[in-house]
């Protein structure tokens, strides 16, 4: 599966690129909305992890964004935050998330919740 990993963290980005692609995935990582955007217009991939809290744009505005354009609306993303009371689960699956992760990322189960957004979405 290929996977759009957008976290400004280079800890957690490093982290979550490892197990991933540990995990057999094809990892492309970003720091930003703004690469992202540019990512999935070259691109395809099978699920995004964003990262909510990020420089500029933050994550909500880019769910909304992508789901909003028919050429991404079908890429399953699943969100990671450390800030849960800030981004409530039910806001974002109301904005189109198909997954939520909350920091610290437990990495036994990372490849997994992303695998399971995927299947989701694809049924």
């Known amino acids: 599966m290929k ?4 976290e400004d963290n280079a800890v957690d980005r490093k982290l979550a690129g490892m197990v991933l692609t540990t995990g057999g995935h094809v990892v492309t990582e970003t ?5 992202a955007i540019e990512a999935v217009a070259n691109d395809h991939y099978d699920v995004i992890l964003l990262d909510l809290h990020l420089p500029g ?26 800030y ?4 409530p689960r039910n806001d974002l699956l109301e904005a189109g998330c198909d997954g939520w992760i909350v920091k610290p990322i437990d990495t036994r189960r990372l490849a997994r919740e992303i695998e399971d957004a995927a299947g989701r979405k694809a049924r």
């Open 84 to 87: 849960s009371d800030k981004y």
């Open 3 to 6: 996977v759009l990993v957008v």
């Open 57 to 82: 744009a933050d994550g909500v505005t880019l769910i909304r964004l992508l789901k909003a354009n028919p050429d991404t609306d079908r890429i399953p993303i699943v969100a990671v935050t450390a």
């Open 31 to 35: 720091t930003s909305a703004e690469a």
